[in-house]
């Protein structure tokens, strides 16, 4: 297993090239991530979503349930390789704070990586599984529904409280698969974090990029302009500071010294 300090070695290294990718490469591997993030997030709804009487009669197995299937989208991130936002917020603050790289550098990659998950994520949720009929009927709809409908019912306070809480586990995650040095490790690592994040009901905006606008092409009385202000910006905001200021700055802060 590797050290905090040699997996802040890793983030360092890993920041410097994310970087240095060519605009064309964000994009794509930005894409990439967005599309993996939005299979968990069919996976989910599959198997938690088609479980009505188990969430009638024990919710937190069903929440469990939910939380256990959605990580697949994350371990496909690191494990294959993809720009992910949210893992983005807390990878480049060790090198900013040692003064490696530029807050420039961090806020163009953000801004791409933003922009590619999104267009991968709603390509999965409108071409992938709406134009297939894969949840259009009963009991996937009415979970794609109630899922959304949750999700831009909430305070703009509470849902970027609840976006801090669901990249602070994210980023652990992240940081817990660069630990590991074998893929069975990196698997097990990644997957606590984001099924606890998930079962407990956090927001987390890449994932919102799928739930909502699915719920949206599958008939929810949502727009998007409800899903932008309600769920979206609250929800990046607090995932940017659960990333950077709860994993990235305190692990840069105690481990990024020369």
Same mark, same amino acid.
């Given at each position: 297993?590797?050290?905090?300090?040699?997996?802040?070695?890793?983030?360092?290294?890993?920041?410097?090239?994310? =970087? &240095?990718?060519?605009?064309?490469?964000? *994009? +794509?591997?930005?894409?990439?991530?967005?599309?993996?993030?939005?299979?968990? =997030?069919?996976?989910?709804?599959?198997?938690?979503?088609?479980?009505?009487?188990?969430?009638?009669?024990?919710? =937190?197995?069903?929440?469990? !349930?939910?939380?256990?299937?959605?990580?697949?989208? *994350?371990?496909?991130?690191?494990?294959?390789?993809?720009?992910?936002?949210?893992?983005?917020?807390?990878?480049?603050?060790?090198?900013?704070?040692?003064?490696?790289?530029?807050?420039?550098?961090?806020?163009?990659? $953000?801004? !791409?990586?933003?922009?590619?998950?999104?267009?991968?994520?709603?390509?999965? /949720?409108?071409?992938?599984?709406?134009?297939?009929?894969?949840?259009?009927? &009963?009991?996937?709809?009415? &979970?794609?529904?109630?899922?959304?409908?949750?999700?831009? &019912?909430?305070? %703009?306070?509470?849902?970027?409280?609840?976006?801090? #809480?669901?990249? $602070?586990? +994210?980023?652990? /995650? +992240? $940081?817990?698969?660069?630990?590991?040095?074998?893929?069975?490790?990196?698997?097990?690592?990644? @997957? @606590?974090?984001?099924? /606890?994040?998930?079962?407990?009901?956090?927001?987390?905006?890449?994932?919102?990029?799928? %739930?909502?606008?699915?719920?949206?092409?599958? #008939?929810?009385?949502?727009? @998007?302009?409800?899903?932008? *202000?309600?769920?979206?910006?609250?929800?990046?905001?607090?995932?940017? +500071?659960? #990333? /950077?200021?709860?994993? #990235?700055?305190?692990?840069?802060?105690? %481990?990024?010294?020369?």
């Amino acid at each position: 297993m590797n050290t905090p300090k040699e997996v802040i070695n890793i983030v360092s290294h890993l920041a410097i090239n994310k =970087g &240095s990718y060519k605009i064309r490469k964000t *994009l +794509v591997l930005a894409f990439l991530a967005g599309a993996y993030i939005a299979f968990g =997030g069919l996976l989910a709804i599959i198997v938690g979503g088609g479980s009505p009487e188990i969430a009638a009669n024990n919710p =937190g197995l069903v929440k469990f !349930l939910f939380g256990a299937t959605f990580p697949l989208g *994350l371990i496909l991130v690191v494990v294959l390789g993809a720009e992910l936002f949210t893992g983005n917020n807390a990878y480049f603050i060790p090198n900013i704070l040692s003064k490696k790289q530029s807050v420039y550098d961090m806020l163009k990659n $953000w801004g !791409l990586v933003y922009v590619g998950n999104f267009i991968g994520a709603v390509f999965v /949720a409108y071409v992938i599984t709406h134009l297939t009929h894969i949840v259009n009927t &009963s009991p996937f709809i009415d &979970s794609v529904h109630n899922i959304a409908i949750d999700k831009t &019912s909430h305070t %703009f306070l509470v849902t970027f409280l609840k976006g801090i #809480g669901a990249n $602070w586990l +994210v980023c652990l /995650a +992240v $940081w817990q698969g660069m630990a590991a040095k074998d893929t069975t490790g990196k698997i097990f690592a990644i @997957w @606590w974090p984001v099924m /606890a994040f998930v079962a407990i009901g956090f927001e987390h905006s890449i994932a919102n990029m799928y %739930f909502i606008p699915l719920a949206i092409f599958e #008939g929810a009385d949502i727009t @998007w302009t409800t899903f932008i *202000l309600k769920n979206l910006i609250p929800a990046t905001l607090g995932n940017i +500071v659960g #990333g /950077a200021f709860f994993v #990235g700055m305190p692990y840069g802060y105690l %481990f990024g010294k020369e």
